[in-house]
């Protein structure tokens, strides 16, 4: 055998070992295609499924916040509070005085009188619930002029309840208290906190004219202390009553949950 022919085999062997190793390793490997057929759960899947539901906004959004009537003395958590002009504060203590909140008051307080024959002295008599509750109407809308629609645009107060509500987290101890120290802790009209100025003077003022209506036997200075003090327990009553009246409602399902 010469050099030339042995030199042939050789290269010719060299090429078929090679062919049937390239074939080999296309048969050990599936395409690529197959592969992401057989396996849905791969880590590129759920990253793209996991990415997209990160991108979409309305995953993680909480519900966006409603903007508040601006004739709502009431401030859900779930609401923000319109800034009142100076006209719209009077305005709203005004229609405060006279809504059907005040009146439950106005019914609570002579209602009481009458029952225990506390002052104002009318007596015990059917006529003399009438004079309570008209001495409770004055008394209670002189206390929201001079506390709300006065003194509260003076001090820059807000006056209106902020509801903290039963789906804040806070418990019912942690709300009831939050409620009766707002008789002492109001919000600022630029959002911060303050002593709550506008309630403590407005009705002192409105009590120092109880001497005007009511009877002689009561109007005396430990009478009219003893009318504040009252004023200041009903205005923490009053807050008490806007927390968790909502919540009786929706309980009741005479309403939604606010």
């Known amino acids: 055998m010469t050099k030339a022919r042995i030199a042939s085999a050789i290269l010719n062997i060299s090429t078929v070992l090679f062919s049937a190793n390239a074939l080999s390793a296309q048969s050990a490997q599936p395409p690529a295609e197959n592969a992401t057929l057989e396996l849905p759960e791969a880590p590129s899947a759920i990253v793209a499924q996991t990415s997209t539901s990160l991108s979409d906004p309305a995953a993680n959004t909480p519900a966006p916040k409603k903007m508040a009537s601006v004739h709502r003395v009431r401030i859900n958590n779930n609401e923000i509070a319109p800034q009142l002009t100076t006209g719209q504060t009077v305005t709203l203590a005004f229609e405060n005085s006279v809504s059907p909140f005040a009146v439950a008051g106005w019914l609570t307080a002579a209602g009481w009188s009458h029952l225990v024959d506390s002052a104002p002295n009318y007596g015990t008599d059917s006529g003399a619930f009438g004079q309570r509750l008209g001495a409770a109407a004055i008394r209670g809308i002189s206390e929201n002029i001079f506390s709300n629609a006065v003194m509260a645009p003076i001090l820059h107060e807000d006056f209106r309840y902020y509801r903290m509500g039963r789906h804040s987290g806070h418990t019912f101890v942690q709300r009831s208290w939050y409620a009766a120290t707002r008789v002492l802790i109001t919000k600022k009209t630029d959002g911060g906190s303050s002593i709550n100025y506008s309630l403590l003077t407005g009705n002192l003022e409105a009590v120092s004219l109880t001497p005007l209506y009511y009877p002689e036997r009561n109007r005396t200075v430990g009478t009219v202390f003893d009318a504040y003090a009252g004023s200041l327990g009903g205005a923490a009553l009053g807050f008490l009553v ?17």
Do not use: G, T, V, W
């Not at 968790?244 to 939604?256: E, G, N, Q, V």
């Open 242 to 258: 806007n927390e968790f009246f909502p919540d009786a409602l929706a309980l009741s399902r005479l309403r939604k949950p606010e």
